[in-house]
């Protein structure tokens, strides 16, 4: 079955084509980072505005990368949120044309639920459940029980700042650019995890929930501290060995605190038998190094197979929606009007 998916639920205008859920025959993305950069972060009139423009030419490029016309897709697949609103809206509306005009079948697919999906791309393995899946984005970070295809149960999420949330902030603090994630990676390797010491919210004894924000403050107070004692204008003049080494430290905590919370959730839920990682945070190689030591070999993990699919993307979309038209094929019709939603519910 070959589904067109398709995702505009932030600031990358995506399409995808993409075969029983695990096999990609396209997937292309206009990013608009460069846009973005320019503000520090997503202007969301800009980013609808610049969906307008891409949306046809990503939509008509994929086809052709696929190598497929309207005649071979089975079905449509949209993110129907959560997101900004007016980008929803332009992915929405336009997989609600084609799904008329076409006659196609559209399956709505929760955004979060297709980061989780990001990781059955190219697997060509069966996945084993139950599996707890740890989502790590911009917007929301949570930790999922999955114990079958579209079988979830949320055992914690962020009450604060998401973890990608932290990571861009982080480096406009720290006048590292936009976005914030792979820069401050980049930078962090040059640093030492041990030159500050930073907090890790466990929160309660059992919870499962997570908090970046008052280690986004602590970040924020060595900087002024540095500013004063050094007599600095702003973060221009930090010097680059003090960036390193509070972009390392920042990183070891936020990796610190969502690793321990995934072996948390893991022995509250001994019957796990895979452990994954998902969304952009994902692409995170300390990250993915400290969950795997932490894991000892116990357990399988598994995380997106290329960098393109943590970060958002339409295939991820396209996988999701296959598993819920194969458990529910009844449900998705053609001439389907999806109205996007802002709630994180899955
Ligand atoms: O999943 P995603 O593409 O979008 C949302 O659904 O929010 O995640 C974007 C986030 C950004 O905050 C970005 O800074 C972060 O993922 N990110 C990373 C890395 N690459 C992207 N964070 C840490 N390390 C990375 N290598
Ligand atoms: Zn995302």
Avoid at 102 to 124: A, C, D, F, T
Avoid at 198 to 215: T, V
């Amino acid at each position: 079955m070959k589904i067109l998916a398709i995702e505009t639920s932030c600031d990358e205008t995506a399409c995808a084509v993409v075969e029983d859920g695990q096999r990609v025959l396209a997937n292309t993305v206009a990013s608009q980072i460069d846009i973005h950069a320019l503000t520090g972060g997503v202007v969301p009139e800009v980013a609808a505005r610049e969906h307008v423009l891409k949306m046809i030419p990503v939509l008509d490029e994929c086809l052709k990368d696929a190598g497929c016309d309207w005649d071979d897709i089975d079905a449509l697949a949209i993110t129907r949120g959560p997101g900004l609103v007016s980008s929803l809206i332009i992915g929405t509306e336009t997989a609600n044309v084609i799904s008329f005009v076409k006659e196609k079948p559209l399956i709505p697919v929760q955004h979060i639920v297709g980061h989780i999906y990001s990781n059955w791309i190219g697997s060509g393995e069966e996945i084993e459940f139950p599996a707890l899946i740890l989502t790590v984005s911009g917007g929301h970070n949570e930790i999922i029980l999955m114990r079958g295809h579209h079988d979830f149960e949320v055992l914690g999420e962020s009450r604060d700042d998401a973890a990608g949330e932290a990571f861009d902030k982080v480096a406009r603090i720290l006048g590292l650019g936009y976005p914030g994630g792979p820069i401050i990676s980049r930078v962090a390797g040059n640093g030492s995890v041990d030159a500050f010491d930073l907090p890790r919210a466990m929160l309660e004894k059992d919870s499962l929930d997570f908090s970046f924000s008052g280690l986004k403050t602590a970040v924020l107070n060595e900087v002024k501290k540095y500013i004063a004692e050094n007599g600095s204008r702003d973060e221009s003049e930090i010097d680059d060995e003090f960036k390193a080494n509070l972009a390392a430290s920042f990183q070891e905590a936020v990796c610190d605190a969502l690793s321990l919370k995934l072996m948390r959730a893991l022995e509250q839920n001994p019957s796990v038998l895979e452990v994954h990682i998902a969304g952009g945070v994902s692409a995170n190689r300390r990250l993915r190094a400290m969950v795997e030591e932490r894991l000892g070999g116990k357990i399988k993990l598994r995380y997106p197979g290329e960098i393109k699919y943590c970060t958002d993307n339409a295939s991820m979309i396209g996988a999701a929606a296959y598993f819920m038209y194969q458990l529910e094929p009844e449900k998705y019709l053609p001439k389907t009007n999806i109205v996007p939603t802002t709630s994180f519910e899955i």
